[in-house]
């Protein structure tokens, strides 16, 4: 039982901040004084991520300049403003979610097709479309 509930948290402790480059400086970093829940709800663009940066390091979060940098693009790629897939035009999709101009058209082309995406999966199941592209926006997709 308590093996159980070890890997149940092991597992959660791993989930926890989506894959894409800078996740581990961000982790090593920012997992100093408080955990990811503190900030991995939140929607903010570059902007807004410098200034939560600003805040830390004046609370004592302590890394070099680059590092910070890094730790600002991880921030604002997998935790931008949020994207409704729904309605988003291509501009929008190649813009704010990294899509190339082919996979912006197949997703809107699927989405005509085959109406409102409600969940992840379905989003996956847009042919051309990289799965670890989707899987590194996942918090700031919403339907
Ligand atoms: C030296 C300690 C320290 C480090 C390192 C640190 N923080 Fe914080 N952070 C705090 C404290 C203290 C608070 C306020 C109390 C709380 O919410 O836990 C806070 C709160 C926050 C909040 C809530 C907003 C607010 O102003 O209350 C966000 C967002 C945040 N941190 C993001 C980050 C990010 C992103 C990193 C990594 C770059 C980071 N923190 C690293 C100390 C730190």
């Known amino acids: 039982m308590r093996f159980a509930i070890a890997l149940i948290l092991s597992a959660a ?3 926890q901040l989506p894959d894409a ?9 920012c997992n100093n004084c408080h955990g990811p829940e ?27 300049d680059s590092d910070f940098d890094k730790i600002v693009d991880y921030l604002a790629n997998v935790f931008g403003p949020n994207v ?3 309605s988003a035009a291509a501009k929008e999709l190649t813009e704010s979610l ?16 085959n109406g409102s995406f ?4 379905d989003v996956r199941k847009v042919p051309g479309i990289s799965a670890a592209k989707i899987d590194a926006k996942k918090a700031r997709i919403v339907f």
Do not use: C
């Open 13 to 15: 402790a791993f989930a």
């Open 21 to 29: 480059p800078g996740r581990e400086l961000t982790q090593k970093i």
């Open 38 to 64: 503190t900030f991995q709800s939140r929607r903010l663009n570059r902007e807004g991520w410098e200034k939560v940066i600003d805040e830390m390091t004046s609370r004592g979060a302590q890394a070099s």
């Open 84 to 86: 409704n897939v729904n």
């Open 98 to 113: 990294g899509f190339s101009q082919e996979e912006a058209d197949a997703l809107i082309r699927y989405r005509e097709k």
């Open 118 to 121: 409600k969940t992840l999966d």
